[in-house]
């Protein structure tokens, strides 16, 4: 069965520090790694990784993956409260499978 | 785009009753999943379709639940009967799949329709 397991569960931060979140994945075929921002509604699209290595950064956010040691990490620079979300992790055959998700809190 | 599209956005329902959700993709995208969330157990795909044809349903937790797709714009998601259990956020994403990059397989969610059953 695939599994994806995120780290830590809860974070709890002021403004303005760098936070790094942790995921790792158990995926038959897997394709690629998906990292989503959930606030009181759907889920949206953060990154998209395929390739080991390869940094994906968008504003203050980045990430990269590990297909050897099967993990990824989604690091947070100058956190605002706007930040604030479940930040979940899935990784991909097709079909996603999904980790519990990570809570966020960015306190002013 | 107006995104995916799903309804009704909340539902209140009694035991027993029968509950449609649906869902509209995003126009082009040549897969749709179903998925439900809950506290304890997250987000779980229950069914995802490849150009209307359901792929794995191994997700869906028993036989009350159903999903179609008639058309590629459309697809269905049934409860019958409903239980208190199944209540949660019920969630439709749709997605590219697997043809040219593989940003393509990025796949973007509806707003989710919340079922309460009573």
């Known amino acids: 069965e695939d599994k994806v397991v995120q780290s830590p569960l809860s974070l709890v931060v002021h403004e303005g520090d760098t936070v790094t979140l942790n995921c790792s994945y158990e995926v038959t075929n897997f394709r690629s790694l998906l990292w989503y921002k959930q606030e009181k509604k759907a889920p949206t699209f953060l990154f998209m990784l395929?390739?080991?290595?390869i940094e994906k950064k968008s504003g203050r956010l980045s990430s990269i993956l590990d297909k050897k040691e099967l993990f990824s990490i989604l690091n947070i620079t100058a956190t605002q409260t706007g930040d604030s979300a479940v930040y979940l992790c899935g990784g991909s055959n097709y079909k996603l499978t999904f980790g519990k998700g990570t809570l966020l809190t960015v306190n002013p | 785009d107006a995104g995916v599209i799903q309804s009704p956005r909340h539902e209140v329902t009694e035991m027993g009753q029968e509950v449609t959700l649906r869902c509209k993709p995003i126009s082009g995208h040549d897969y749709l999943f179903w998925y439900r969330q809950t506290m304890m157990r997250g987000l779980e795909l229950l069914i995802y379709f490849n150009n209307n044809v359901p792929i794995d349903d191994s997700g869906m937790p028993e036989d009350r639940f159903s999903a179609k797709m008639p058309n590629a714009s459309f697809s269905t998601l049934k409860i019958q009967p409903s239980e208190p259990r199944d209540s949660a956020v019920y969630f439709c994403a749709s997605s590219f799949g697997t043809s040219g990059s593989g940003d393509q397989e990025t796949q973007y969610f509806g707003p989710g329709t919340r079922l309460l059953v009573l």
């Open positions: 395929t390739s080991s290595g």
